[in-house]
């Protein structure tokens, strides 16, 4: 009769790894349990953030309207092709008469007899041109060429390059009324109205240092160029009263730009402008409003879902400070600011909270107090916050400040909770480390004396 024991059956590294995982299986799963909650309610933290500041930023560009109004203005012209115009919120509504005597131009000169092919202007020193405006203001323009010498379409490449836009040229070859070849320098003054006319130009000879007042180039002088346009100032009449300046886009009314396109004959009736109050466009600012804060209630009843029918619930279902985040932007909606509520401006909640606009109601609403709107929603600077839009901003400010907000403060609450559970993790790792080089250290000892003995078994077999 032969007696053996069954060592094949015991495997020491499998059964160490099982029962070290068994050893730790209830502490590994309350922290993955817990790591799982503190990732979630941090991804939520994050998705909170980016809809409150979206909304934020939504209720800072109704602030940052021109004007600082969200009620909206149109203007309209009798005569289109004398000047166009554009009413900003701050304008007033009224009835304007117009006229325009002449626009604003750009001084212009031509000199006809520039030299196309050599002006002295040796590397270093440069030769220079030094051009003088009406307003005070120069531009000099270095002639410098690596041959010594420039051409006239060098000249002008020069000026457009360093005058900085105070001043352009352009070059023009052909004949003249006798038929002889000639080379034309154009140059235009970078700024409109009488102050942008060219005064005066100065030419310096680098080799010699010699500057000589009046020319362009040696022997081109300023008294011998063609006025091609001159300089003048827009000049208008609004209302009777006389406006002139160097642009043609006037801001004599306030909250209206006027662009002047063309003059009037001499005897020419007046235009009509006609500020007037932008229904449609009014209904737009207060629907980007809607939109916004539909948007963000959207996010918030996500993350704050119960969860119901299989529906997984949100991270902050059971959160009251979330919860009563929203029921806070909802409460300010129906509040009354200098008389008079949003609801009563043609918005509207259903059944779910969610705002619609009627803009025929809206209409009807500015029809009888045309500032009832600015009233209600204000001002959401936080440096001098008002109406609705200030309480708002108010509200989601406390959520959102990066130092002293509510997410910013929960934020760092999960970052020591997640350094807490690394730390737990550590120690739980090596807790299993040492169950299980004790488990492996008894099973291989197992293993060493199940071989013996039946090896000592053996031979009594």
């Given at each position: ?191 409109s109205g009488a102050q942008g006319a060219i005064s005066t130009i100065s030419y310096t000879n680098g080799s010699t240092g010699t500057t ?250």
């Amino acid at each position: 009769m032969t007696t053996s024991l069954n060592t094949a059956s015991l495997d020491p590294t499998s059964t160490a790894t099982s029962l070290a995982q068994a050893f730790v299986q209830n502490q590994q799963q309350l922290l993955d349990t817990q790591n799982q909650a503190m990732q979630s309610t941090t991804q939520a933290l994050s998705t909170l953030q980016t809809a409150l500041s979206s909304f934020s930023t939504s209720l800072s560009s109704l602030s940052g309207l021109p004007g600082r109004s969200v009620t909206q203005y149109s203007a309209t012209l009798s005569d289109a092709t004398v000047a166009s115009a554009k009413a900003t919120s701050s304008a007033v509504p009224g009835t304007y008469a117009v006229s325009v005597q002449q626009l604003a131009t750009q001084n212009a000169i031509a000199f006809a007899n520039i030299p196309n092919t050599v002006v002295p202007s040796p590397p270093t020193p440069a030769s220079t041109i030094t051009i003088t405006f009406a307003n005070g203001k120069t531009a000099t323009v270095n002639l410098s060429a690596t041959g010594g010498s420039m051409s006239a379409s060098d000249i002008a490449r020069a000026i457009n390059q360093q005058a900085g836009g105070q001043a352009t040229a352009n070059i023009v070859s052909g004949t003249d009324a006798s038929g002889n070849p000639v080379t034309q320098l154009t140059l235009s003054s970078g700024t409109s109205g009488a102050q942008g006319a060219i005064s005066t130009i100065s030419y310096t000879n680098g080799s010699t240092g010699t500057t000589t007042p009046g020319e362009i180039v040696p022997g081109v002088t300023f008294a011998s160029a063609k006025q091609l346009t001159p300089a003048q100032d827009a000049i208008a009449q609004v209302n009777g009263v006389n406006v002139q300046q160097g642009s043609n886009t006037l801001t004599a009314i306030p909250g209206v730009t006027l662009t002047l396109t063309a003059a009037q004959a001499a005897n020419a009736a007046p235009i009509s402008l006609t500020v007037a109050r932008d229904n449609t466009g009014t209904a737009n600012q207060l629907q980007s409003f809607v939109t916004a804060y539909n948007a963000v209630k959207k996010s918030l009843d996500t993350l704050t879902a119960i969860g119901s029918d299989g529906s997984a619930s949100g991270a902050f279902a059971n959160d009251t400070g979330v919860r009563s985040l929203e029921d806070h932007l909802s409460s300010m909606l129906r509040k009354s600011f200098n008389g008079s509520t949003l609801m009563q401006l043609g918005v509207s909640a259903d059944s779910s909270g969610n705002l619609s606009l009627d803009s025929t109601k809206l209409s009807a609403a500015l029809n009888a107090n045309p500032t009832a709107l600015d009233d209600v929603l204000g001002n959401a600077s936080m440096s001098a916050p008002s109406g609705l839009l200030g309480s708002l901003s108010g509200l989601v400010n406390a959520w959102t400040n990066a130092s002293t907000g509510q997410i910013q403060q929960r934020q760092n609450s999960q970052q020591v909770i997640g350094k807490y559970l690394a730390e737990q993790q550590t120690q739980l790792t090596t807790q299993y480390n040492d169950a299980y080089n004790r488990y492996l250290a008894q099973f291989t000892q197992l293993q060493t004396l199940q071989a013996q003995m039946s090896q000592t078994l053996s031979m009594f077999g």
